[in-house]
């Protein structure tokens, strides 16, 4: 393994000066029936103003890696073998001896070391302001004084491009941005000047654009810094876009590692090769790849006119309007019979409120939705009663975002994908059996499966049984809101696959809500780009993705990482900027 770990030594710059190096790390879990080898025999070195991204799907360990590097582990978490030397100009320290709260490694964590986690909400205090957070940090690992400390802290969130810092210093967690959350969390992480950033995908919960100017701003901060930094991801496109090198890891060991050109040009693994064709692969249209025919022209399945959501309208003092937010502003559309149209847009842009707002699960406050059943028979769904509303939901169906979040963990598989037909009394008795048994079969799960709870399946299984259960009653629409959101690259482009799939078989429409462009891309026929509540473009997918006419658009997809390091989108992209 010493030869790896020589051969990324060589394959990045020589000049550059190494900070860390981990050599033959091995890490164990006890758990009580038996013992998890969660990391084997990894090596590699971070270097000095240079970027080394692990990458691997969830459960390769990777983050148990990163983790491993500060001690941070669970209580049953053991470091059985290796060194991890992190060395200073006059100094060279073996991590994997301290003790946990040794003065050594204190100092180390945060101080020559500082860390990024992947969500900002969970990692950052509800009840301290951002800046008593950042000033704890400067003043843990600084002589300074609380007062000098302030300034230093105001410094920082200068430096990360928060506006007004010297106000939103005494602001609380809840009141930034996800993309704010992310930048408070990288001025903590810069309080100690530290010689190495280690970042666990420090963009995953964030939108396209939000991602592209975080991803910048961490890596000026570097190069400006100084920095070497360990980037933790399972984006192919973002390694792309900042990686000098890549170590690849699948099932706890590192299985390539080299430049990051030589990685994505020269692949050697069978698992690196996979990895980046299903990468690839989502940088297609399925119309391009099928070579499908158009949908004919046919009535509409769904109409939308002039959909609006307004909170808060409010009437306060003296008659005045306290507060409106247009969530969803005057928004019209049709969908036609098998057709995928994608809803794409930033955090906040009212994508998800216009699917709630189609299924009637939030009112509109103006504006209607005609649908047209399987007899051709109009019913605007915006008068429906409560009887005429189980109907329309029968035909209209929705597939959630979280695999884990969605299904009840004290139901089994059979019970989960059984529950819609029970309701609507469609099933009964061993016909309802043998449905579910198709269903799991349709969406390419073991029928034998179906009395497991959902703590026994991967991600992309507990998907296959939201799709299979959003699939019960023989919808004619489904309404799938950021339904890969949570899975790994491989395993999104195996779900999309599915759902193209069936509906194939079953002349489904869907809405395909996404800030995911790529995904959108390949599963799309047709695209609505929604930014404030508006759209404002709507198009055939390929001409959107490739040739967007509005400025927004434009942003949009210049913000999309690129998966070749040789053409960099990301560096060149659009900035838009709001008028009026």
């Known amino acids: 393994m010493q030869a790896v770990t020589d051969h990324l030594t060589h394959a990045t710059d020589d000049a550059a000066e190494i900070v860390m190096s981990v050599e033959h790390l091995s890490l164990d879990f006890h758990l009580r029936t038996n013992v998890l080898h969660a990391v084997r025999d990894v090596s590699f070195v971070l270097r000095r103003g240079q970027t080394l991204c692990l990458v691997g799907e969830s459960g390769s360990g990777k983050s148990v890696t990163a983790r491993a590097l500060l001690r941070i582990l669970d209580k049953n978490g053991t470091i059985t073998n290796g060194k991890i030397l992190l060395r200073g100009k006059e100094?060279?320290?073996?991590i994997a001896p301290l003790t946990e709260r040794s003065k050594e490694l204190l100092h180390i964590r945060g101080g020559r070391v500082g860390l990024i986690f992947q969500e900002p909400m969970s990692s950052l205090s509800p009840v301290h302001t951002i800046g008593s957070q950042i000033i704890e940090a400067v003043l843990l690992h600084r002589a300074m004084s609380k007062k000098e400390a302030r300034e230093e802290a105001i410094e920082l969130l200068r430096q990360v491009e928060i506006p007004n810092p010297d106000?939103?210093?005494?602001?609380?967690?809840?009141?930034?941005?996800?993309?704010?959350?992310?930048?408070?969390?990288?001025?903590?992480?810069?309080?100690?000047?530290?010689?190495?950033?280690?970042?666990?995908?420090?963009?995953?919960?964030?939108?396209?654009?939000?991602?592209?100017?975080?991803?910048?701003?961490?890596?000026?901060?570097q190069v400006s810094r100084g920095m070497a930094m360990l980037l933790i991801t399972h984006d192919m496109g973002v390694v792309a876009e900042v990686a000098d090198a890549v170590a690849v890891m699948h099932f706890g060991r590192i299985v390539e590692q080299g430049g990051v050109e030589d990685i994505f040009h020269n692949a050697k693994h069978p698992y690196t090769k996979r990895l980046l064709a299903s990468t690839v692969k989502l940088e297609q249209s399925h119309l391009e790849r099928d070579e499908a025919a158009a949908p004919e022209k046919a009535e509409p399945v769904l109409q939308v006119r002039n959909l609006t959501k307004v909170y808060g309208s409010a009437t306060g003092w003296l008659g005045k309007s306290t507060f409106a937010l247009k969530a969803v502003d005057d928004v019209?559309?049709?969908?036609?019979?098998?057709?995928?149209?994608?809803?794409?847009?930033?955090?906040?842009?009212?994508?998800?409120?216009?699917?709630?707002?189609?299924?009637?699960?939030?009112?509109?406050?103006?504006?209607?939705?005609?649908?047209?059943?399987?007899?051709?028979?109009?019913?605007?769904?915006?008068?429906?009663?409560?009887?005429?509303?189980?109907?329309?939901?029968?035909?209209?169906?929705?597939?959630?975002?979280?695999?884990?979040?969605?299904?009840?963990?004290?139901?089994?598989?059979?019970?989960?994908?059984?529950?819609?037909?029970?309701?609507?009394?469609?099933?009964?008795?061993?016909?309802?059996?043998?449905?579910?048994a198709e269903l799991l079969e349709l969406v390419g799960l073991d029928p034998l499966t179906m009395e497991r709870y959902p703590h026994a399946f991967s991600g992309g299984q507990r998907q296959r049984i939201g799709i299979a259960r959003a699939l019960a009653l023989d919808p004619r629409v489904i309404i799938a809101d950021e339904a890969t959101a949570a899975l790994d690259v491989s395993i999104r482009a195996q779900i999309l696959d599915?759902?193209?799939?069936?509906?194939?078989?079953?002349?489904?429409?869907?809405?395909?809500?996404?800030?995911?462009?790529?995904?959108?891309?390949?599963?799309?026929?047709?695209?609505?780009?929604?930014?404030?509540?508006?759209?404002?473009?709507?198009?055939?997918?390929?001409q959107i993705c490739?040739?967007?006419?509005?400025?927004?658009?434009?942003?949009?997809?210049?913000a999309v990482p690129n998966p070749d390091p040789r053409h960099k989108r990301m560096m060149h992209r659009t900035r838009f900027t709001a008028q009026g």
């Open 546 to 558: 490739t040739a967007p006419v509005e400025a927004y658009t434009k942003s949009l997809i210049s």
């Open 167 to 221: 106000k939103m210093i005494d602001r609380y967690t809840f009141e930034f941005s996800g993309g704010m959350r992310q930048r408070a969390m990288i001025a903590m992480a810069l309080a100690a000047d530290p010689e190495i950033l280690i970042a666990d995908e420090p963009t995953t919960a964030l939108d396209v654009t939000t991602q592209a100017e975080i991803l910048d701003l961490i890596r000026r901060l």
């Open 91 to 94: 100094d060279e320290i073996d």
């Open 332 to 436: 019209s559309f049709d969908l036609m019979p098998g057709e995928n149209l994608g809803i794409v847009g930033e955090s906040g842009s009212g994508k998800t409120t216009l699917g709630r707002l189609i299924l009637r699960t939030v009112e509109p406050t103006s504006g209607a939705v005609a649908y047209h059943d399987a007899d051709g028979q109009e019913k605007q769904v915006t008068e429906l009663d409560q009887a005429g509303m189980r109907e329309f939901h029968r035909d209209v169906r929705l597939i959630f975002q979280d695999p884990f979040a969605s299904l009840n963990p004290r139901m089994t598989v059979r019970q989960i994908v059984a529950d819609p037909m029970i309701v609507s009394g469609t099933h009964r008795g061993k016909a309802l059996e043998q449905r579910v």
């Open 498 to 542: 599915l759902l193209l799939d069936i509906q194939k078989r079953l002349q489904l429409s869907f809405i395909f809500i996404s800030h995911d462009i790529s995904v959108v891309r390949y599963f799309c026929d047709r695209v609505a780009v929604m930014h404030r509540g508006k759209i404002v473009e709507l198009g055939d997918a390929e």
